[in-house]
């Protein structure tokens, strides 16, 4: 069977798009991605998608610019569009170019896609790269997930990232190549051992080999072994993590007392699959160690410490919970006018805090017709207070005078009383008059300045929602 036939059978077995639908085709000039371009034209017209090429141009090399002469020729050639992404020196990082050229590739691989409504990208990753991924993950102490190897199809976003070359080995791409004519550009730095994964390749690999020659049918066995260990254990891990974390787009909240009872083999697989479910990107996976160091101080760390993990992540403990989340990510930032107040001063209308919350002042009969259980309400006096309100974030010295009490009380001290998280202290709205009287602190405490919702003396309801 050529290569065309057992590509074309592959394809035709799973068939992730419809006919004609954009697929884009990360094209890098190398054998790989010159093969895998070349199968996908000469598939049947009931599975061949409508090819988008996209191509980097890294400058790594003097090669480069030659390099993207021969994608752009290509693409001429075969009547294909071409997306070109210019990677220039000055935006090199001076460690880590691995792993910092791989983040670019990828997001410009997700924004070809998107221009050209596409949601999959395919790259030419082949069986010997995963028996190198493998070998590179188990040296450097990754999980049992990350020993299972590159996944032909992972989800990033929008985007379905595709590698459907991986059933075959470099040989037989390299055959493949020769047999049908086919022009491709040989990258120097493979041979370069600067770079991790050509040590492995070039170095480590072949002297496994000396000891077997089955070594790479091996290494894949065995990584289908612990895949299918890990299908049966599924279910046990996702069970205990949805009793124990609870996970949202910004963060991972643990429960610590109840992830504690878990035996501490079951706490590192709950762990783990936490983080493969909070972020799919793979360069969020967690090493064993940093499992390990993260389990030790949960279980003797002080109350109000905090821990760095990889990738710009924390670990925060507040109370009985463990909050983890990225140090700067900018959601987590309060926009310049959120610092400054958001005002509310027009008369039954919304005001919107962010895409989830809303804030209005309404009269009451209007705020009868409107109200509904989601909604959360204080009722105030016009003499009482000074226009216009305002909503805004905590800040030091906020004080709030007391319902039932002449006195008043540290904003600061109500979050302590009610073991409020710090996270959310920082999230929370407190509105407070012209005068800088606070009125509310939302979902936590109103004011004296509140009235009882049966009096007679209300002028106006200020109402919040959140969806």
């Known amino acids: 069977m050529t290569l065309y036939e057992a590509f074309k059978d592959h394809v035709k077995e ?253 706490r590192k697989s709950v762990l783990n699959d936490a983080f493969l479910k909070w972020n799919d990107s793979e360069s969020y996976i967690i090493k064993q160690t940093h499992l390990d160091l993260l389990i030790d101080w949960l279980e003797k760390g002080s109350p109000h410490s905090s821990f760095d993990l990889p990738n710009d992540l924390i670990a925060e403990r507040v109370y009985n919970q463990c909050v983890i989340k990225q140090k700067q990510k900018k959601g987590n930032q309060p926009s310049p006018l959120v610092e400054k107040g958001i005002p509310i001063y027009s008369l039954n209308k919304w005001v919107s805090l962010n895409e989830n919350e809303k804030i209005g002042l309404f009269s009451p009969s209007l705020y009868e017709q409107m109200r509904s259980e989601t909604s959360q309400a204080v009722f105030l006096n016009k003499d009482a207070i000074s226009f216009p309100l305002t909503a805004r974030h905590r800040k030091d010295g906020d004080r709030l005078s007391l319902k039932g009490s002449n006195g008043s009380k540290k904003v600061k001290d109500i979050f302590i009383d009610q073991k409020v998280p710090m996270l959310e202290r920082n999230r929370a709205w407190i509105i407070e008059d012209n005068s800088g009287k606070v009125i509310w602190v939302i979902n936590y405490k109103e004011s004296a300045l509140s009235l009882d919702p049966l009096t007679d003396t209300i002028s106006y309801v200020l109402v919040y929602e959140k969806k």
Do not use: C
């Not at 590179?136 to 997930?145: D, I, P, V």
């Open 14 to 266: 799973r068939l992730y798009w419809k006919p004609r639908d954009p697929v884009i085709v990360a094209v890098s000039g190398g054998v790989d991605s010159i093969v895998l371009f070349d199968l996908l034209t000469h598939l049947p017209q009931e599975y061949k998608p409508k090819l988008v090429i996209a191509h980097i141009n890294h400058h790594l090399r003097g090669e480069s610019d030659e390099e993207e002469a021969f994608i752009r020729h290509l693409a001429n050639q075969s009547q294909t569009p071409l997306h070109v992404y210019q990677w220039h020196q000055d935006n090199h990082p001076d460690t880590g170019i691995e792993k910092a050229a791989r983040d670019v590739r990828y997001q410009f691989f997700s924004e070809v896609a998107e221009k050209e409504n596409s949601s999959h990208v395919l790259t030419a990753h082949h069986q010997d790269d995963q028996v190198e991924t493998i070998l590179m993950r188990w040296a450097r102490g990754g999980t049992l997930e990350e020993l299972t190897g590159i996944p032909e199809m992972r989800k990033s976003g929008r985007t379905t990232v595709l590698r459907l070359l991986l059933p075959f080995s470099k040989k037989e791409i390299i055959r493949h190549a020769q047999e049908n004519g086919l022009e491709w550009r040989e990258d120097e730095s493979n041979a370069s051992l600067d770079y991790s994964r050509n040590r492995f390749r070039n170095k480590i690999l072949p002297l496994l080999k000396e000891e077997n020659q089955a070594i790479e049918k091996h290494i894949l066995s065995f990584s289908n072994d612990i895949a299918a260990v890990l299908e049966l254990l599924a279910p046990l891990i996702h069970k205990e993590r949805e009793k124990t974390i609870d996970l949202t787009e910004e963060e991972i909240r643990i429960e610590i007392p109840d992830f504690m009872t878990l035996k501490r083999s079951m």
